[in-house]
């Protein structure tokens, strides 16, 4: 794994990331970019970086799944009542950040974030694996709790609660991520990087390079 991983990054490192070869919008670079990801067996390649603020500018972060994509932003699944959903409620500024380490790339997406229609968190829901389900009835996210058990056994009360089909909770949903920026970074030799963003100009994109 370790070889496979090294011989992995020093392809991409000595591939450059071009003006020309860059696709017209950010979107479609993305997809471009996730599909190498996906092909190269990189694990989670949907896993992102979070970050959201308070109304006061404090900072957090933790990893996500991109569940969505389309031609408006990214989109990812949370508890209304987690710290992220608090926060963005107060600061609806955010960011995300794709780590391919073992490709030397990354991408960072800087925008505002907005909840989702319920209509869009249920076409979602109901393509989730039952336990899911469950757990996010059983889980008040970043509630304190006394014990592991407590949680087990919540989990336990919902599944005989809902003993066939579990409905979207109230209390559950999607947040779209709406990029102005999109900047995608590939790694060269000798710290020569590239950096390429798209930066968002009314109803279309600006592609410029940015220092490494």
């Given at each position: ?45 949907n ?7 308070t ?37 609806p ?18 925008g ?31 509630t ?14 919902m599944?005989k ?25 590939q ?26």
């Open positions: 794994m370790k070889n496979t991983l090294a011989l992995m990054r020093r392809r991409y490192t000595s591939t450059r990331l071009l003006e020309s070869d860059a696709a017209a919008d950010p979107f479609t670079q993305f997809r471009s970019w996730l599909h190498d990801s996906v092909t190269a067996g990189l694990p989670e390649p896993a992102m970086v979070l970050a959201t603020a109304r006061d500018g404090v900072p957090s972060s933790r990893h996500v799944l991109l569940k969505e994509l389309d031609d408006e932003g990214f989109v990812f699944f949370t508890n209304h009542g987690s710290r992220k959903a608090s926060e963005l409620s107060d600061n500024h955010a960011s995300l950040c794709f780590p391919w380490f073992p490709m030397e790339r990354q991408v960072v997406a800087c505002t974030a907005a909840a989702i229609s319920r209509e869009e968190s249920q076409a979602y829901w109901v393509t989730r694996p039952r336990d899911s389900q469950i757990g996010a009835w059983a889980s008040q996210q970043s304190v709790i006394g014990s592991r058990e407590e949680l087990e056994s919540e989990a336990a009360a599944a609660r809902f003993p066939e089909e579990v409905p979207l909770p109230d209390f559950w949903g999607g947040f779209r991520l709406v990029p102005d920026t999109v900047e995608f970074w790694g060269g030799l000798g710290r020569l990087h590239d950096r390429l963003r798209y930066r968002r100009a009314g109803e279309a994109w600006v592609l410029e390079r940015l220092a490494p």
